[in-house]
């Protein structure tokens, strides 16, 4: 990251949201089905200027042990008062502030973002250019949901294709795996195709899921629990397809080992999950040094999130296809303009503008906004 030396920043204001969009259709996982999407947008404000981020906790604690309530909790009670109370001059600055706190990196990544698209407006520069990013267009893929039915999985992926989206993942879990895997790739034999099983299985479940390495899959992703790197270590040595991690990776360290017993051979970095931005900067230098291609995960941003996501994945290690589809897919309406949408070859632009690069609309996020609290100094 080349920042420019800057001013001390102090933090004046900041203000919490729980927003709740309803999804163009349900989103189901090996952990649960979500109909709508809930999140946290948070406004920083200093010298005249509004940061946003998005903090992507969600309703229950499916995908992470962090929710809505607890982000919301851990925010009012010590992330926001201890950067009211300090200062800060790039972003990193915000992991010293709360170096006393452990834990919950959803709710540190959300104020980060905000901080970062302050520090960019201020700066007039945008996200990307503060990442140190190179990309212009981002490869893109979308990832479906578990359908009701084998026949209705194939009608969806159908459908991504015909809209333009080069890269499918599907995801798997017990009772909705090998089958459904065989009759996508019997009907798209030569797609680029991955599948993910978010922790849904156990080390018992290794035949099975040695079976997926006759689908010429792109990878698996994280079949095994988040603590579990050892049983996919194990795993990738019994199979050809790369195995991907995502919940597993909870910072720089955690990737480093993964490589170092050789539990993966792909990264899906998220930013949310790996406490923000600086720490999924740090995780994919360290993967572009050991070889190891990554690709940004998606948690169904808003517009806010996801532009975000866009200038991380312009950085030149994200050499797969990313989970960052188009606005149109996840929302009949965002939060912030101009809306994402798809070029012809699978890509989508990366903002250019200052901070984020995106307007937040206050009309419509006033709609979705079912709490709101303002902190001050
Ligand atoms: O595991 O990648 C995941 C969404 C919510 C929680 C976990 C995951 C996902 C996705 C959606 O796969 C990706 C997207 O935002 O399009
Ligand atoms: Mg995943």
């Not at 996508?184 to 899921?209: G, T």
Request: proline letters at 5%.
């Amino acid at each position: 990251m080349e920042n420019q030396p800057l001013d001390e920043l102090q933090i004046e204001m900041i203000e919490l949201r729980h927003v709740r969009m309803r999804l163009k259709a349900p989103f189901r996982t090996s952990f649960g089905i979500e109909h709508d999407r809930d999140c946290i947008i948070i406004r920083t404000h200093a010298a005249g200027i509004d940061g946003w981020g998005e903090c992507v906790a969600g309703e229950f604690p499916g995908y992470s042990y962090e929710t809505v309530g607890t982000a919301w909790s851990i925010l009012s009670e010590f992330f926001n008062p201890a950067v009211l109370a300090g200062s800060l001059r790039e972003p990193g600055d915000l992991a010293t502030l709360l170096k006393a706190y452990k834990g919950h990196p959803l709710a540190r990544a959300g104020l980060e973002m905000s901080i970062w698209d302050l520090i960019g407006k201020q700066q007039a520069r945008s996200l990307r250019a503060l990442l140190g990013g190179e990309k212009d267009r981002i490869s893109v893929g979308v990832s479906i949901g578990i359908q009701p039915t084998i026949a209705e999985m194939i009608q969806r992926v159908g459908e991504y294709l015909e809209l333009g989206y080069s890269r499918i993942k599907i995801k798997i879990g017990p009772g909705n795996d090998l089958p459904v895997v065989a009759a996508v790739r019997q009907a798209f034999p030569e797609i680029l195709l991955q599948v993910d099983a978010n922790a849904a299985y156990s080390i018992e479940d290794a035949d099975r899921l040695g079976k997926l390495d006759a689908f010429q899959l792109q990878l698996v992703e994280q079949p095994f629990a988040e603590d579990d790197l050892l049983d996919h270590a194990r795993y990738q040595a019994s199979i050809t397809t790369p195995v991907c991690l995502d919940e597993s990776i909870g910072n720089r360290r955690h990737a480093r080992q993964a490589l170092e017993i050789d539990a993966c051979r792909v990264i899906n970095i998220k930013p949310g999950r790996v406490g923000g931005l600086t720490e999924a900067v740090a995780i994919h230098d360290l993967c572009l040094k050991a070889g190891v291609p990554v690709w940004c995960g998606g948690m169904l941003e808003t517009g806010i999130g996801r532009a975000a996501n866009l200038a991380l994945a312009s950085l030149p290690g994200f050499t797969m296809h990313s989970d960052i589809s188009a606005s149109a897919r996840y929302y009949p309406q965002d939060i912030a303009s101009p809306l994402f949408e798809l070029n012809p070859d699978s890509t989508i632009n990366v903002p250019q503008g200052e901070g984020l690069g995106v307007e937040v609309d206050m009309d419509a996020l006033d709609g979705f906004t079912i709490r709101r609290e303002i902190f001050s100094a």
